[in-house]
């Protein structure tokens, strides 16, 4: 599986983000993607996710499923957690499991330590707690691209250890990562791609 | 002020414990005995002798819905001046009760009067409206209704609490302004009788009635205190199992940093 | 169909629990009828004439009320992000949040309908011919009302705009509406006026998800 981007431009509000963005990613590799605030990170992999429309340049993926878009075999970790607070911590798991495809909860919520609150509504969470039942969409539901952006926000020293041995899996499994931070998440040997001003 | 013995939800939850099932007896012998005099003696004097019993319903319901509006206000003074503990859960418990007080008014006196329309009225059924009285308690209804809907929009209980009171303390002004602008504006079609009870010249109405009247009047009363005792109850074992949950969160979060 | 349902379940449920659709739906539509009859006086004929028209208007606004939390609530939380990025088409997905809606909330307005005739002094069987009505225009109401949604999603306030979007295109609704009301006074033909309205009814429940679905991607960045 190849996962490439050609020139890519976008335009968010009349303002040109980024042009001319290159890059190319087999199964089993990660990008890290770095710069200040406002270089464009979240709207690179909003525009892969298929939220953000591309005004010139080309995405393609290579040995995926043929008839599907590169976002539906993507899962999207943005700054939201896409969460219900009036729903029970493993019914929010449950939905989002159910919607995208279907994938087992309870693996999922110990996968992220959270097995203990599954009967909690989730206005209860802290926000480092949130995160994690997010984290847990990921592993519930099994899909080869994920998109992450700042994914340690929030999440303490064990959690991001947590976070960064799924990562892993996921990358030994031949998916592909490319996630958007500040500073280092854990997946040595990533390549990385800074974003800012040329 | 006996009110501050029972600032502790704790030792307001005994007390509750203990006079539950005094207040529920109380009631039920107060409603055996209201059925029984409604029932047994013959209240042949007055003209609509079925509908009468109508009577025995509509206006205990009315004294208490306009009662627990009253008892939401003193509540809210209680929340926002005196800063009592249990006075929002006081508030929040009267709200259900009073409203089916109201509900229960509203239908019976729509039923009653429909019924006296049909029997000895010169208008024929069709212009049955909602007279002056009727308006003014469906006004009341949707005060209830209101309270309610606002207590449920706000999650955090104190906040819920306080913008809930202030609404009921404005109500308070305002439903005496309502009651006098519908009277002003439906003049001619007040179906209601005029008062009989409460008035300068003793109460109007016979012996044998009035009695019956007091009995169910009472009986329903403490139907309303055992309610909202235990709505008030209710509450509070809410509120703490809210704060547990809370707790048991918040726990886990902390044990993995 | 399991994504499908699962999504109905979902809003369902949320509607219950968070509470500001049924109970407040309700609540509002009362308050309407209510109000106008005390706009209009005490004059039990023009209550019992346009009685069915009061009906129309507070169960069409009541409906429009609670669209507004419709798509935003979900745009807000990211999860409209995540809609947008499954393989269930997004047509199909708005129709089943609409769905779900119009059984939380239109439903409980049809319902409530025959009470508030009561208070109109509407007659029994005009009562019953609005209800009826009212339940195939709401579901109407409500897909129509999508496309507002779809198209104000983004806007903070939009709720105001969202009502001026949608209510000149719920007006063929309530006109054949209120002429499949009128019946029982002896006006329209009921079968005629009532068969367009659900002619209308089911061309809303076809046009309003494309119509949304289409809008929701026109306001991507």
């Known amino acids: 599986m190849r996962l490439s981007g050609e020139n890519l431009t976008c335009v968010r509000g009349g303002r040109e983000v980024f042009a001319g963005l290159s890059f190319s990613l087999a199964g089993g590799e990660a990008l890290l993607v770095t710069g200040r605030n406002g270089a464009g990170k979240s709207s690179l992999l909003r525009l892969m996710a298929g939220l953000v429309r591309l005004a010139e340049g080309k995405l393609t993926l290579d040995g995926g499923a043929a008839e599907a878009s590169i976002a539906e075999q993507s899962h999207y970790l943005g700054h939201q957690d896409a969460l219900k607070p009036a729903l029970t911590v493993a019914e929010n798991l449950a939905f989002w499991a159910d919607y995208l495809g279907g994938g087992d909860v309870a693996p999922a919520l110990d996968a992220v330590d959270l097995a203990a609150l599954a009967d909690l509504p989730a206005a209860y969470l802290s926000a480092g707690q949130r995160r994690r039942l997010s984290i847990a969409r990921l592993v519930a539901v099994k899909r080869p691209i994920w998109l992450l952006d700042e994914p340690t926000s929030a999440l303490d020293a064990a959690s991001q250890s947590r976070l960064a041995a799924l990562m892993r899996a996921h990358l030994a499994g031949g998916g592909i990562i490319i996630a958007a931070t500040h500073g280092p998440i854990g997946l040595e040997g990533a390549r990385e791609l800074q974003m800012g001003p040329a | 002020m006996p009110f501050l013995d029972f600032a502790n939800p704790s030792r307001f939850l005994a007390f509750a414990r203990r006079a539950l099932p005094w207040l529920s007896g109380a009631s039920l012998i107060a409603f055996a005995l209201a059925i029984y005099l409604a029932t047994a003696v013959p209240f042949a004097l007055y003209e609509q002798s079925q509908t009468i019993l109508i009577m025995f319903i509509h206006v205990p319901a009315a004294w208490l819905g306009m009662m627990g509006w009253a008892l939401m206000s003193v509540s809210a003074l209680g929340t926002l001046v005196w800063r009592h503990p249990l006075a929002d859960v006081a508030a929040k418990a009267t709200a259900p009760v009073g409203a089916a007080f109201t509900f229960i008014c509203f239908t019976t006196g729509w039923l009653w009067g429909r019924a006296s329309w049909a029997g000895g009225g010169n208008l024929p059924l069709e212009y049955m409206i909602l007279d002056a009285r009727l308006s003014s308690v469906l006004m009341l209804l949707i005060f209830y209704l209101v309270v309610i809907a606002l207590v449920r929009a706000i999650d955090e209980p104190s906040r819920a609490a306080r913008v809930a009171a202030i609404f009921t303390l404005v109500g308070v002004l305002i439903l005496p302004i309502?009651?006098?602008?519908?009277?002003?504006?439906?003049?001619?079609?007040?179906?209601?009788?005029r008062e009989s009870l409460i008035r300068a010249d003793g109460p109007q109405l016979d012996?044998?009635?009035?009695?019956?009247?007091?009995v169910a009047a009472l009986a329903f009363t403490l139907l309303f205190f055992t309610l909202h005792l235990a709505a008030m109850r209710n509450e509070i074992l809410r509120r703490r199992v809210r704060s547990m949950r809370l707790m048991q969160a918040r726990e886990l979060a902390e044990a993995s940093a | 169909m399991n994504a499908l349902l699962a999504l109905i379940k979902r809003d369902m449920r949320l509607a219950v629990r968070v509470g500001g659709g049924t109970g407040i739906g309700l609540l509002f539509f009362l308050i309407i009828v209510v109000l106008t009859t005390f706009a209009i006086g005490p004059d039990p004929k023009l209550l019992a004439r346009i009685g069915p028209a009061i009906?129309?208007?507070?169960?069409?606004?009541?409906?429009?009320?609670?669209l507004d939390r419709l798509l935003t609530s979900d745009a807000e939380d990211g999860s409209l992000d995540l809609i947008m990025m499954a393989d269930m088409p997004l047509e199909i997905a708005v129709a089943a949040k609409a769905s779900a809606h119009w059984l939380t909330t239109g439903l409980p307005l049809v319902i409530a309908t025959p009470f508030l005739g009561l208070l109109l002094n509407v007659n029994p069987s005009a009562t019953l011919a609005v209800a009826f009505a009212l339940l195939v225009g709401t579901p109407a109401f409500t897909f129509i009302g999508l496309i507002g949604a779809a198209l104000t999603v983004s806007l903070r306030r939009g709720g105001l705009l969202l009502s001026v979007l949608v209510l000149p295109l719920a007006v063929p609704v309530l006109i054949f509406g209120m002429a499949a009301s009128g019946t029982?006074?002896?006006?329209?033909?009921f079968g005629t006026a009532f068969t367009i309205l659900c002619a209308l009814a089911l061309m809303s429940l076809v046009v309003g998800p494309f119509a949304a679905a289409a809008a929701l991607r026109a306001g991507l960045d």
Do not use: C
């Not at chain 2, 001619?188 to 009788?193: A, F, G």
């Open chain 3, 55 to 66: 009906l129309w208007l507070g169960a069409l606004l009541a409906s429009l009320l609670t």
């Open chain 2, 178 to 193: 309502i009651k006098f602008s519908v009277d002003w504006q439906q003049g001619k079609y007040t179906l209601h009788q």
């Open chain 2, 207 to 214: 012996m044998p009635i009035l009695i019956t009247l007091l």
């Open chain 3, 184 to 189: 029982a006074i002896g006006e329209a033909n």
